[in-house]
C-alpha cells in the first residue's frame, strides 16, 4: 500500500502535533476522530496562547483608553483587521468588520442594507441549499417589507441549476444571497458566475463564505462580491468572532446597524452622528480577544497555504468517497468529489441518522447528525436527516478510513436480527 | 498544487497503529442493547387501533422523529386498544414501542400518574439530555393523546389496520 501512497500537499501528522486536543482518547480509551469540523474546527496551542498572551501582558478595551495598555490592545485588534484585510484580500481595511459569527453579518446587511433598500415587491433570490442563517434573516425582511423570495433549485446530484438563474432574475430583483459551499452538500458554487448573472441584473451580492474562507483561498475582488461574510470559529479561530466584508459604496450608504458606544462621531440628547467605517457598524466592545485570537489562526493558515489545505481536502473527500460507496447501503449526498469541499454527508440505509452518530461515537468518531440547520435542503432531498463527515488538513485519510469501517460495525450492530 | 509546501508521503504501514476499532461495551448503559433493538426491529404494536376513541401525533422538529398514537378507551378508562406509529431513530421508536406494550389493558389514570421519570426508567438504557428527547416523545404524544378525543370517536377508521412501514426505512 505504502508505495502506492499519494504525495499530500501537506503534512497532517506534524500539523496535528499543535492541537492538543487532537491527542485525547476518550470512552474506552479511544482515540479522537474528529470530523466535525464544518460545526467548528479545533485550535492550535498557537492560537489558543495568543488569548493567554493577550489576556495576561496586553488586555485593555480598544479605541478607548489614552492609556499605554489600551494602545497595546487597539494596535493588536487593528493588526488583525489587516491581517483578515490581506486573507480575503480586501481593497482596504475599513471594508472588513468585526461581527460576532457569519450569523451577525448577515442579519447586519438584512436589517441595514436590506431595509434601506428592499421594497414591497422586490425581490431576493436565494437558493434550495442555504443554511438557517443565510435563510431566516430574508424571509424576516420580506415578511416587512413586502419582498419576494425566490430559489435558484439544486439538481439531484445536488448542485445549483444556474441554467435556472436567468429566468429567476429580473428588474426586481435587488439581492441576491447564496453560499460559496454548502455546509451539507459541501458543493462548491461557481461564486464569480452567479455574480456576473446577477449584477447584470442589476442585484447585489452576499455570498455566505462561512464554509468556504476557512477550506480555500478567497479574493473578494477576484469573485466581485458586494458583502461576504464568515466566522473565526470555523477557521482555527475563537468563537464569538466573525467578519463581514462590504463594498466601500455600499457600506458607506447604508444606514448602522446597532447603536451604541464607537459607532457615534457625536452624540446629543436626541440625535447621533455615526461614525466613519468601519466603527459605523462596530457598536460596543468588540470581541477584542476572539478577534486577536482570530490573527493568529489567520497566521497559521497562511503558513500552511489555503491553496494546499483545500487541495488536501479534495484528497480527503475523494477517499472518503471512495471507502464509503464501498460500504453497502450508504447513499451519499451532493456532487462528485471534484465539486466539493471537505464535506460529505451520506444516509445509512435503515439506519437513522442520529443512531448512526451515536455508534460512532462510541468509536470515538465525532460526526455531526441531524438536519445541520437546512431543514428545507433536507426536504428537498427527501431525507429527515443525515449524517456529516466534515474535514480540515488535521485530518488523515486513516481517519477517512476508519470512518468507513466504524460505518460496517454500525450496520453489524443493527443487522444481527 | 504540492508546489507550495514541502511534499509529504503518506506511508501508512509505517505509522502507529493510532486507529483501531474497539469492541463495543455490552453492560446495562450500553444503548443499543439487546432488548433496545428488539423493540425497533420487531415493535410491540406499531400501526393504529382499529376503533381509536383517541390519538395524538407530535413530532422533534430538529431530528424528524415522528410518533403518533392511537388508544381505544372504554367507558370505564380503560385501554382496550393501543397502537402506535411513527419514523425516527432507534431510541424514539423502541421507547414508543415499550410505552404502548406498558400500557396495553392499562388505564387512562395510570398513563396520567407516569410522569417523564417513569418513562426513563422504563426505557433502561442511560441516555444524555439530547436522547432523552428522542425516547420522551411518545411519552409526551401518550399524555396529549388522552385528552385527544378523535372525530370518528370509537368507530373502525377506514383502512385502519397493523402499518407494514417498517422503522427506520427512509425510501
Known amino acids: 500500500m505504502s508505495t502506492l501512497a499519494p504525495v499530500l500537499p501537506l503534512d497532517p501528522q506534524t500539523l496535528r502535533a499543535d492541537f492538543p486536543i487532537l491527542a485525547i482518547r476518550l470512552h474506552d480509551d479511544v482515540p479522537l476522530v474528529y470530523l466535525d469540523n464544518a460545526a467548528t474546527t479545533q485550535r492550535p496551542r498557537q492560537v489558543i496562547q495568543s488569548l493567554v498572551d493577550v489576556y495576561e501582558k496586553q488586555y485593555a478595551n480598544v479605541h478607548r483608553g489614552i492609556h499605554w495598555l489600551s494602545d497595546q490592545s487597539t494596535d493588536l485588534f487593528e493588526e488583525t483587521r489587516e491581517k483578515v484585510r490581506a486573507f480575503i484580500n480586501a481593497p482596504a481595511r475599513e471594508q472588513v468588520i468585526f461581527t460576532y459569527g457569519t450569523t451577525e453579518g448577515i442579519n447586519l446587511v438584512a436589517r441595514s442594507w436590506g431595509v434601506a433598500n428592499i421594497k414591497a415587491g422586490d425581490e431576493i433570490l436565494l437558493t434550495e441549499m442555504e443554511h438557517h442563517s443565510n435563510l431566516v434573516p430574508w424571509q424576516q425582511l420580506a415578511q416587512e417589507r413586502g419582498a419576494v423570495l425566490r430559489h435558484i433549485p439544486i439538481t439531484d446530484d445536488g448542485q445549483l441549476a444556474l441554467e435556472r438563474m436567468p429566468e429567476l432574475l429580473n428588474e426586481r430583483t435587488k439581492l441576491v444571497a447564496v453560499c460559496h459551499v454548502s455546509n451539507v452538500l459541501g458543493t462548491i458554487n461557481p461564486i464569480a458566475e452567479i455574480v456576473r448573472q446577477a449584477h447584470a441584473a442589476g442585484a447585489v451580492v452576499l455570498v455566505d463564505a462561512a464554509q468556504s474562507v476557512p477550506h480555500m483561498p478567497t479574493d473578494v475582488q477576484a469573485l466581485d462580491v458586494d458583502f461576504l461574510a464568515f466566522s473565526g470559529h470555523k477557521m482555527l479561530g475563537p468563537s464569538g468572532v466573525g467578519i463581514l466584508y462590504g463594498r466601500r459604496e455600499l457600506l458607506e450608504a447604508m444606514p448602522p446597524f446597532l447603536g451604541g458606544g464607537s459607532m457615534i462621531r457625536r452624540v446629543k440628547l436626541d440625535s447621533f452622528e455615526p461614525a466613519e467605517l468601519p466603527a459605523k457598524f462596530e457598536a460596543g466592545t468588540p470581541p477584542i480577544v476572539p478577534a486577536i485570537g482570530l490573527g493568529a489562526a489567520i497566521d497559521y493558515l497562511n503558513a500552511i497555504g489555503l491553496e494546499n489545505i483545500h487541495a488536501y481536502e479534495q484528497i480527503l473527500t475523494a477517499r472518503a468517497h471512495q471507502v464509503l460507496e464501498a460500504v453497502g447501503g450508504v447513499r451519499l449526498l451532493g456532487p462528485a468529489p471534484e465539486h466539493k469541499g471537505g464535506i460529505v454527508s451520506f444516509t445509512l440505509e435503515g439506519i437513522h441518522a442520529h443512531d448512526v452518530a451515536q455508534l460512532l461515537d462510541r468509536q470515538g468518531i465525532a460526526v455531526r447528525a441531524g438536519h445541520h440547520c437546512a431543514m428545507p435542503l433536507h426536504k428537498r432531498l427527501g431525507k429527515n436527516a443525515s449524517v456529516r463527515a466534515s474535514f480540515y488538513f488535521y485530518n488523515t485519510l486513516a481517519e477517512v478510513e476508519l470512518l468507513a469501517t466504524a460505518l460496517a460495525e454500525t450496520k453489524r450492530i443493527f443487522r444481527k436480527k | ?171
Open chain 2, 1 to 171: 498544487m504540492a508546489a507550495a509546501a514541502p511534499a509529504a508521503r503518506a506511508d501508512f504501514a509505517a505509522a502507529p497503529r493510532l486507529f483501531r476499532l474497539q469492541t463495543m461495551p455490552r453492560d446495562e448503559d450500553e444503548l443499543y442493547q439487546e432488548h433496545i433493538l428488539e423493540h425497533y426491529e420487531d415493535p410491540y404494536h406499531r400501526g393504529h387501533a382499529p376503533h381509536a376513541t383517541h390519538a395524538h401525533e407530535d413530532d422533534n422538529p430538529l431530528c424528524g422523529d415522528v410518533v403518533e398514537i392511537d388508544l381505544a378507551v372504554d367507558p370505564q378508562g380503560k385501554i382496550d386498544e393501543i397502537y402506535f406509529d411513527g419514523d425516527g431513530c432507534c431510541i424514539s421508536q423502541a421507547a414508543a414501542s415499550m410505552l404502548v406494550e406498558h400500557f396495553d389493558q392499562k388505564s387512562v389514570d395510570d398513563v396520567k400518574r407516569f410522569n417523564a421519570e417513569d418513562m426513563l426508567r422504563l426505557f433502561g438504557a442511560k441516555l444524555t439530555p439530547n436522547r432523552q428527547k428522542c425516547c420522551l416523545l411518545s411519552w409526551r404524544v401518550l399524555q396529549a393523546a388522552i385528552y385527544s378525543p378523535v372525530p370518528n370517536n370509537g368507530q373502525p377508521k377506514l383502512g385502519a389496520q397493523q402499518s407494514p412501514a417498517r422503522p427506520g426505512k427512509d425510501d
